[in-house]
């Protein structure tokens, strides 16, 4: 099945650092890629969505120049959370879908703390 | 109205019994269908997807998808412990690969 490689899974930074989170699709070329925040108890919310060879879209509220979003290739896409507070700790995950006839899949996730 | 209705429970279940998940959506043009499976601190897996009226079986779950009445569930038979987990329910819009909207997800306990 599509595999979405996600790295790293856990970093702690300190406050006004910035800190880069790798995507990789293993089995499959995303075309899009889509990333989530989740934090404690909540659900999973849209950031952006990362198109191959253009710029990313970014959901209301989300800032694009705090959170960069690169998506040089079929296989690779990068989030980078720019100048980061403690407020930005989270879970961030990112999605990638292997053709229409399947399901969405989801990387391992990045839990970042931010202190 | 949210876009995705679940309730948060916890729903609990005695293992070997049917767990009934249920999830409502507002936006008719939705047309793909997702159930995924959360453990604390994981990333979420899929376990189905439907996006045409009626059952999908595999294995001990089953989707049923009625767009009239604009809900979705998820059936799991012979609960086991290990199905313990908050369960998501999404859905995406019309081809291509369109973002995805999640409900905030029913927590499931499965008492042995």
């Known amino acids: 099945g599509a595999v979405v490689s996600q790295h790293p899974s856990w970093v702690i930074c300190k406050s006004g650092t910035s800190v880069k989170i790798e995507c990789r699709s293993l089995?499959?070329?995303?075309?899009?890629m889509f990333w989530y925040r989740q934090f404690p108890k909540q659900s999973l919310m849209l950031m952006a969505t990362s198109n191959e060879g253009s710029k990313a879209t970014y959901e209301q509220g989300v800032e694009k120049d705090k959170f960069l979003i690169n998506h040089a290739s079929l296989t690779l896409s990068t989030l980078t959370v720019t100048s980061a507070h403690p407020e930005d700790s989270s879970f961030y995950i990112c999605?990638?879908?292997?053709?229409?006839?399947?399901?969405?899949?989801f990387g391992s996730g990045t839990r970042l703390t931010v202190v | 109205q949210k876009e995705v209705e679940q309730n948060s429970g916890p729903l609990s279940v005695p293992e070997g019994a049917i767990a009934s998940l249920n999830c409502t959506y507002s936006d008719r043009g939705s047309q793909s269908f997702f159930w995924y499976r959360q453990y604390s601190g994981k990333s979420p897996e899929l376990i189905m997807f439907?996006?045409?009226?009626g059952d999908k079986e595999d294995g001990r779950f089953t989707a049923q998808l009625n767009k009239a009445s604009q809900y979705v569930s998820l059936l799991i038979r012979d609960s086991q412990p290990s199905d313990s987990a908050t369960y998501l329910c999404a859905f995406s819009g019309g081809g291509g690969y369109q973002k995805v909207t999640f409900g905030t997800g029913t927590k499931l306990q499965v008492i042995p």
């Open positions: 439907i996006y045409s009226n």
């Open positions: 999605s990638g879908r292997r053709g229409l006839s399947n399901g969405y899949t």
């Open positions: 089995d499959f070329q995303a075309t899009t």
